[in-house]
């Protein structure tokens, strides 16, 4: 599975935002989708999980309420809609695939390149 990240960009506190993962290959349908975020100089943390079915998702306490997953196995297609941004919101978000839903950043396999998002307070 490839994996490309889109929709980053610059917006302003309290902004929102709709990240988008494309996917290309067959079995995309089949992996659940992780999106992960990496501000400078910290780790690389979880974000949000959903299942391959979309009947199960997962958030970090800092996204519930405010982030929504999403995917369209149709298109291939992952999302992460952001609202209510924050400036600690500001990083570089990656989508990923795992052969099960987690919220562990090693239980990914496949990584796309990452969207930078930045928000201005």
């Known amino acids: 599975v490839q994996l490309q990240a889109s929709g980053g960009g610059l917006v302003q506190a309290g902004g929102s935002l709709r990240l988008s993962c494309a996917a290309s290959g067959r079995t995309f349908s089949t992996y659940a989708v992780g999106w992960f975020r990496q501000a400078p100089g910290k780790e690389r943390s979880f974000v949000a999980s959903?299942?391959?079915?979309?009947?199960?998702?997962y958030y970090a306490d800092s996204a519930k309420g405010r982030f929504t997953i999403s995917r369209d196995n149709a298109k291939n297609m992952a999302y992460l809609q952001m609202n209510s941004l924050k400036p600690e919101d500001a990083a570089v978000y990656y989508c990923?695939?795992?052969?099960?839903?987690?919220?562990?950043?090693?239980?990914?396999?496949?990584w796309g390149q990452g969207t930078e998002v930045t928000v201005s307070s």
């Open positions: 959903i299942s391959w079915s979309a009947a199960t998702t």
């Open positions: 990923a695939t795992a052969t099960y839903t987690s919220r562990v950043v090693a239980d990914y396999q496949y």
